[in-house]
């Protein structure tokens, strides 16, 4: 079985509730491969789903060190932006989800997660406008397609109001 068999059995195993055991399938192959990105973000994965982002940080900034590729890369950038924010960072949680939309534009995750990033720093109306902006750019019905120019008029009103803390 390879090294990347054997991760994707452990996480498909893992119990949200109780990461421990995760976390524990995880250390021999943190041991044996210290430095593979892949090992790197999912032990990163682990600690975060259990709580505990400071963990988690120093091993998504490793596994993004490491040079992480493809949907791992996503993904790991909208886990470390999550997780910046959640211990407060929220400047370097905006850079992070910013770095992830330049790299995968036709990803919508990035730019819903950054638009939390904004409600949690204290800018609800540049969290809401870029909301909009998601379904404008995302989400392709008729009805979305036919009021696309006015929900994107809106998002730049609402972004344009000053927010309350600044008045």
């Keep these: 079985m390879t090294l990347d068999e054997e991760l994707d059995g452990i996480v498909a195993r893992r119990n949200r509730d109780d990461m421990q055991p ?3 399938a995880l250390l021999p192959f943190l041991a044996s491969h210290p430095e593979n990105a892949r090992v790197l973000y999912e032990v990163g994965g682990a600690y975060d789903t259990a709580g505990q982002e400071d963990l988690a940080r120093r091993f998504y900034e490793r596994a993004l060190a490491a040079g992480l590729e493809g949907d791992l890369l996503r993904r790991c950038y909208v886990q470390y932006g999550s997780t910046l924010r ?18 995968f534009p036709g990803s919508p ?21 870029s909301l909009l902006e998601v379904v404008v750019d995302f989400v392709s019905t008729p009805e979305i397609d036919r ?7 809106n998002a730049a009103y609402i972004r344009s109001l000053e927010e309350p803390e600044q008045r």
């Design 22 to 24: 995760t976390i524990d």
């Design 86 to 103: 959640n211990l407060g960072e929220y400047e370097a949680s905006g850079d992070v989800f910013r770095r992830a939309r330049s790299a």
């Design 109 to 129: 995750a990035p730019a819903v997660f950054e638009a939390i990033t904004q409600h949690a720093a204290g800018t609800p109306n540049e969290a809401f406008a």
């Design 147 to 153: 009021y696309r120019a006015a929900i994107s008029a």
